[in-house]
Structure formats: structure tokens, C-alpha cells
């Protein structure tokens, strides 16, 4: 047999090309097993993130609603400053009255009113006033009778500014930006909100995940040291509260937390507090961070408690031996066994932490609520989705680039579960 | 032969089941004492008189714009009759999203024969809205809670005192009747408000009005938690609807008294949504038939002091279904209750609901 020639399996072909063949079989077979899996995640997972995506981009309502009008302002300068001539106020009419007996022009006012506040209100008001325009006549005046906020260029700037298919304008307003007639500014001082928010999601996931840490590491400590009966009493101490509905939980600590509650009661009764200047628990920070943290305290102490159950005590015990006080025993021979724990639970407990809405939004108050809160609000009050769906976007990219920096710092193969 | 026997069998099963399969009917509407109102005036009857209608009570209409909003963008209306403040009902009808209505052949006429355009009058404000109360949102105080050698508060301009009045509040997490309260109480005069509130510069008073309390404000949503936050001492003093506030104290007897001056009148009715299928929207229009007659109106003042919206009604609202008290003097039109009122302007708020919303929920989280 010289070095050239195939080898050739039993059925006569090279041996080659027959190993390829069975294990092309089984890679069909393994894509077929995980194939319900993928299509689920695919369907319900990736799909609706990137038609999240694409919402915040999205921006055809303009174009579609005043298709004369913004041909028609393509020769209009925003930056002259000049209210738009007599072709652009036909257009508008033109427009408007077919948008008016589609009833589309108020979605139109709502569309606009996102960038610019009062837009609504115009669209609304113009639509009454379109039916009893003279075509004939001079449109111009008859648009300022109806509204003279007309007259305003900004008014058309909006307008203008938002006549292409697709547009920065929900990423540049989730930044507190805006694109006015010299480029990208920044908003009004009173509309600055969103960069306060993300700040202060950041902050309050931060402290909650510091609480959980400081409150859990015990915890986890003795479940993983006591004996097996009365660690797992206590064990079951930890799950009853992640059997009970998030709901109940949450209501649970607004009877605690108010100031008429069960806390201030008892400190007002032992003397601590006066009747007068109860504390203040509820509806604000405060109210967030100890709510959040006892709701997420077994993300911490479960991956915590799988970790140190793999310590061996002889470890410590060897330290002792060896003349090491309690303190030196744990941190430096306990404490570093038990970081990729640390790192597990912190991990889960952020990431839970910085999506949270319903116990924000329950007893959060206003100063305790999180940009999660404000998404929420957009996609079922205000019905922003394209704003809301940037804001999202944003805080996806947050939370990766947050990940990239954990990764650099604690690094990712250090984080376990067990 | 047994093939047959089955079929036949299966097919009498079919055809007797048929009647027993209710045809289910979503209302929308506020929950808690108003609700309970409603289900004892009106779905309790209708059910009883249409044995075929199975009636599901929704709790959502303090959002049910942006929900109808959303249905009409998914194609897919779930609702069939939906409960709405005036406002509400001009917005949806210029949206399309409810459907017109023409009161005297899809209405009941009136018990004393007048029209139905003549019997509701005023109250119809919108082709959309069937008009079914008169409300007000107004206050209620913790008697309890006022402090020694001071007069109990009187209305809505003491909220802004926190020197006389110190303590929490609770308002309602929406521009409507606050920021009308924030420039009445500042020294704008009754008629300025709404013209003021067009312009940039009045916004920012009542807005600056309202910062003035800010800190000592917990926001409410749903129509039960101001009565909630009362009962549990939470706050000093609520706005609420007053129906709320009526249940709290008589059928209650919680310790909290109303504050009338400066009530918000506004109106309450059905809205249809538009493009139901033909076979719901002839069930929800039976529905607001019955329930909108003169003496299912007349039958919900006894359950909550909420005035009817007929003018036939006034005359056959006595007395408290339950407590036997006389319903007059607590309705929110009695002339002895509040000193001044204000007159929700709804078309108003019909067009300038989406620019205040913005501004005040952002104003709400700075």
C-alpha cells in the first residue's frame, strides 16, 4: 500500500470521505435535537430584540402622513429662521385634509409631540379647522387663524427634521439630546432626564448589590458550616421567600416600610423615633434598595452558599495550625476561595437589578424609581415604543459593556455557580 | 351502526351545549366602589335579563387610551364597552378608535318621554360619549390628624399650606385638575386658567406651584389608593373622586372629612371601540341601552353619590341602597358641599392631554 492510495473503509468507499459522511450525520442529528430550542430562542428571544431595534429607528409616520409637505419643504432653509411661503402651507392643506378623513393626523400630533411639546395640541386644533379651509384662498393666513403657533419655524424645523424614513432622533432623546436646525444640541434644561436616570439605576443597582453582598456573605457562611440539620432549616428560611409571588413580597414591605407601618410603629414604641418624625422608608430610595435587596438576596446567597460548601475546611485548619489568627485564617486563606461566589452572585444580582420595574415602581415613589420604570412608562403610557425602545437598546449596551468591564477586572472564568 | 349511535350522540352534545355558552362581554372601568356601583346597577340586571351575556369586569380605564391605542395598532380589540372620562372620549372619537354614536335611536328616550339628546342635553360632548355621571375630584382630610387649634382644611388650596397643614399628601400622578389647582391656588383668576395653561410661562407657574410640595407628595394611580393611603393614615389629605371618598366615610366610617371647595366637576361615560365585529358591537350597544336608561342611572346613585347623567334620573335618586341615608346632600352638585367649583374643561384637556403628559411625567422624575 503506497502513501497515495486511500484507505478504504469496509463498504468500498475511501475512508475519508465515509467518516465525513457519519459524522455530517451527526451534526444533522445534534442541529435537529437543539432545533426546537433554537427556533424557540429565536422566535421569542432574538426576533423581538431586534425588532426593538429596528422601532428605534423607525420613522415613517411623517412622510407617509404629509407626503406633499415634505417634498415641499425640501427648498425650505430651517436656519433662515422664516416661517415656510404659501407653496408649502398648500401642501400642508392638501395633506392634512386627506390625513384628517383617515383620522391619522392625531397620531401624526402625538408622533411630533415627542420631540416637540405642543405639537399635539396643533395637529389636534388644525384638524378641526382643516374642513372649513377656502382651498382658494391664501392658506397662510387661514393656518395662523386656526393656530398662529404656525408662524413658529421651529414648528417646521420638527417637522422637516423628521421627514426621513429613519432617524436618530429616539437615541439622540434618550441621551437628552435633540437635532436642531445647526445639528445635534442639547434639550431644553426642564426635559433633562434620561442621563440623571440611567445615573441613579447604576447607583441604586450598585448599592443593592453592595447590601445583598454584605448581608448574604454570613448568611451563605454559616449555611455552608453548620450542620447539616440546622443548616437546612435555615436553608429553607432562605428559598420561602423565592416561593412567594414577587407581588406579595413587594406589598409585604410597603405595610412594613410606611410610616404608619409595623417598622416605625415599634421604633416610635420603643422610643427611638418620635410620634412626630417618623421615618421616612417608603416612596423614595430608600423604600427601592431594602425592598430590591431582600427580593434579591437569594441571587446572592445560593451561588455564594454552592462555592463554600466546596472549601475544604482542612485548608483553615492547616492555617490555624500553623499559628494564623482568626482573622488572617479567613482573609487570606478562606476569603480568596470564596471570590468566584462573590463574583456569581454580584453578577446576578446587577444584572436583575438594573432591569427591575414592578417593586421600583410600588414603592419607589418618584425619587426611587429606575430608567426601567421610564421604559415601562413609554411602551404602555405614553405609547413612545421608539423612544422606549432606544432607551432599551441603550441599557442592553450598558449592561454588556458593564459585563466587558467585569470580565477585565474579576474575569469571567472566576465567576462559579458551584 | 356504532359509528352512527356516536356521532348522534356527540351532536345532540353539540347542540345542547350551544345555549349554555355565554357570550362573554369585557367592560373596562375603575374598580373598587365604582365598579362595585356599576356591577350592582347595571351588569347584575343586564345578566339577569340576558342569561346568554357573561360580563368581565377590567380595572383599566385609568390607562384605557394608551391601551385602546395599542389594541388599534395590533389589530386585535379585546374590549367591548370601556368606561372613560370626557376627555378621554374626545380623544379616542377624533382617533377613530371609538365609534359614533347617534343618542336618540341607539339610546333609551326618557322615562318622562323627552328624547334622549333632550334628557342628557349638555353631557352629550362628543358623538363618541354616552354620557352616564356627573363626578368631581376633590379632597378628604384625616379628621384626626388636623392639627390642635387649627380649623380643618376647607379645599383644594390648603393642600399647597404645609405651615397650617403639615404632613403628607397624595395627588393624582396626571396634569389634570393638579396643575388647574397649582395656578387657581397661586392667584389666577377663575376664567385666566386654561389660557394660561396654553402658554409656556403658565406651565411653569403651576408647575413651580406644584414644586412647592413636591417632597411632601405620594403620587396615586389606580382610584382605590388615595382612599387606601386615608384609611391607613398615610397622608393628611387626598384628592380623590369623591364617590371614593362618599364610601370611605358612610359606609366606612373611616375618620376623614371632605374638603369641597374648588371640586373639579367632570363627566364619565361608555365609549364603544371602533371596529368591532358586527355580532359584539350590536351586544355592547344592547348593553349601553340598558344601562344608560333612566332607571339604571337613577339605580347607581343609590350604590355611590355620583350625580346621573339624565336629567330624568334626578327626580328617582333617594336613598342609599343600604344605609337608607339620603344621597342628595352628598352628591358633588349639591349647592351647600363647595363654596367654588371648577368646571373641567375636557375639550381642552382633549387636546393638550399628550404635551402636559410629557411634562409632567418628566417633571414628576426630575
Given amino acids: 500500500m503506497s502513501d497515495s492510495s486511500p484507505v478504504i473503509a469496509a463498504d468500498g468507499r475511501p475512508l475519508k470521505a465515509s467518516l465525513n459522511r457519519a459524522l455530517r450525520r451527526q451534526k444533522i442529528r445534534a442541529l435537529l435535537l437543539i432545533a426546537p430550542l433554537l427556533l424557540f430562542v429565536l422566535i421569542t428571544f432574538i426576533a423581538p430584540i431586534a425588532d426593538m431595534l429596528f422601532r428605534s429607528v423607525e420613522n415613517d409616520i411623517v412622510s407617509n402622513t404629509l407626503p406633499r409637505t415634505v417634498v415641499a419643504l425640501d427648498g425650505w432653509d430651517a436656519a433662515s429662521g422664516e416661517t415656510p411661503d404659501e407653496v408649502i402651507f398648500a401642501a400642508l392643506a392638501a395633506d392634512l385634509a386627506e390625513a384628517v378623513s383617515a383620522k391619522r393626523h392625531t397620531q401624526l400630533g402625538t408622533r411630533l409631540n415627542y420631540e416637540l411639546s405642543g405639537m399635539s395640541s396643533l395637529f389636534r386644533k388644525t384638524g378641526r379647522g382643516v374642513k372649513k379651509l377656502d382651498m382658494d384662498a391664501p392658506l397662510r393666513e387661514q393656518f395662523l387663524e386656526i393656530e398662529e403657533d404656525w408662524a413658529d419655524p421651529e414648528i417646521w424645523n420638527t417637522i422637516k427634521a423628521n421627514s426621513s424614513k429613519y432617524t436618530a432622533g429616539y437615541f439622540l432623546n434618550a441621551v437628552d439630546l435633540q437635532m436642531g436646525p445647526d445639528g445635534i444640541e442639547a434639550r431644553p434644561e426642564n426635559q433633562r432626564i434620561y442621563i440623571m436616570l440611567f445615573g441613579r439605576t447604576i447607583f441604586l443597582s450598585v448599592s443593592i448589590t453592595l447590601s445583598c453582598f454584605l448581608l448574604g456573605y454570613p448568611i451563605a457562611f454559616l449555611l455552608a458550616n453548620l450542620k447539616a440539620r440546622t443548616s437546612n432549616i435555615l436553608m429553607i428560611l432562605v428559598l420561602l421567600p423565592f416561593w412567594t409571588s414577587l407581588l406579595v413580597r413587594t406589598s409585604a414591605w410597603k405595610v412594613l416600610l410606611q410610616q404608619q407601618g409595623v417598622i416605625n410603629d415599634t421604633l416610635v414604641w420603643i422610643g427611638l423615633v418620635a410620634d412626630d418624625n417618623r421615618l421616612e422608608l417608603i416612596n423614595n430610595q430608600t423604600g427601592t434598595i431594602i425592598a430590591m435587596t431582600h427580593i434579591l438576596l437569594p441571587f446572592m446567597i445560593l451561588p455564594l452558599y454552592s462555592v463554600m460548601k466546596t472549601i475544604p475546611i482542612t485548608y483553615v485548619r492547616a492555617a490555624k495550625s500553623l499559628g494564623a489568627t482568626n482573622w488572617t485564617t479567613f482573609w487570606r486563606v478562606y476569603f480568596p476561595q470564596s471570590v468566584p461566589g462573590i463574583g456569581a452572585g454580584s453578577i446576578l444580582v446587577f444584572i436583575l437589578a438594573i432591569g427591575y420595574y414592578i417593586t421600583p415602581a410600588l414603592v419607589g415613589g418618584t425619587s426611587g424609581t429606575f430608567i426601567s420604570n421610564r421604559i415601562a412608562y413609554h411602551i404602555s403610557s405614553s405609547l413612545n415604543w421608539g423612544l422606549g425602545a432606544a432607551l432599551g437598546a441603550i441599557l442592553l449596551a450598558l449592561v454588556l459593556v458593564l459585563y466587558g468591564l467585569y470580565d477585565k477586572i474579576v474575569g469571567i472564568d472566576n465567576v462559579k455557580l458551584g | ?366
Avoid at chain 2, 37 to 51: G, K, R, T
Fill in chain 2, 1 to 366: 351502526m356504532k359509528l352512527n349511535k356516536l356521532m348522534l350522540g356527540a351532536g345532540v352534545l353539540a347542540v345542547s351545549a350551544a345555549p349554555l355558552m355565554a357570550q362573554d362581554m369585557t367592560i373596562v372601568s375603575w374598580g373598587g366602589a365604582y365598579s362595585a356601583s356599576q356591577q350592582n346597577a347595571y351588569h347584575d340586571p343586564y345578566m339577569a335579563a340576558n342569561p346568554g351575556v357573561n360580563i368581565i369586569n377590567d380595572e383599566s380605564s385609568p390607562e384605557a387610551v394608551a391601551k385602546l391605542r395599542a389594541m388599534a395598532e395590533a389589530g386585535n380589540t379585546t374590549w367591548d364597552v370601556v368606561d372613560v372620562e370626557a376627555a378621554d372620549a374626545i380623544r379616542l372619537c377624533d382617533e377613530g378608535l371609538a365609534m359614533e354614536i347617534d343618542a336618540d335611536s341607539q339610546l333609551a328616550n326618557g322615562d318622562d318621554g323627552s328624547t334622549a339628546t333632550a334628557d342628557f342635553g349638555d353631557m352629550l360632548v362628543s358623538a363618541c360619549f354616552i354620557p352616564q355621571i356627573v363626578f368631581s375630584t376633590t379632597f378628604g382630610y384625616r379628621t384626626d390628624m388636623v392639627p390642635a387649634g387649627t380649623d380643618a382644611p376647607t379645599g383644594a388650596c390648603d393642600v399647597f399650606d404645609l405651615e397650617t397643614y403639615p404632613g403628607k399628601r397624595a395627588l393624582n400622578k396626571r396634569p389634570i385638575a393638579n396643575m388647574e389647582w397649582a395656578l387657581i391656588c397661586d392667584g389666577v383668576a377663575y376664567d385666566d386658567v386654561y389660557d394660561m395653561l396654553e402658554t409656556d410661562e403658565g406651565q411653569a407657574r403651576a408647575f413651580a406651584k406644584l414644586d412647592t410640595i413636591k417632597d411632601e407628595t405620594i403620587w396615586w394611580s389606580a382610584s382605590a389608593e388615595p382612599v387606601q393611603l386615608l384609611a391607613d393614615g398615610e397622608v393628611f389629605m387626598a384628592s380623590a373622586y369623591n364617590g371614593r371618598l362618599f364610601s370611605m366615610i358612610a359606609e366606612q366610617g373611616q375618620p376623614v372629612g371632605m374638603a369641597w371647595n374648588w371640586q373639579m366637576f367632570d363627566l364619565d361615560g361608555w365609549i364603544i371601540p371602533a371596529n368591532l365585529s358586527d355580532e359584539r358591537r350590536q351586544a355592547a350597544l344592547d348593553y349601553v341601552y340598558f344601562a344608560t336608561d333612566t332607571q339604571r342611572l337613577a339605580d347607581q346613585a343609590k350604590f355611590i353619590s355620583y350625580g346621573p347623567a339624565r336629567a330624568s334620573s334626578a327626580p328617582l335618586v333617594g336613598q342609599h341602597a343600604t344605609l337608607g341615608i339620603e344621597m342628595g346632600p352628598h352628591m358633588p352638585t349639591d349647592p351647600n358641599n363647595a363654596e367654588n367649583t371648577f368646571v373641567n374643561n375636557y375639550s381642552w384637556w382633549a387636546d393638550y392631554r399628550d404635551d402636559l403628559d410629557a411634562k409632567f411625567q418628566a417633571w414628576l422624575v426630575k
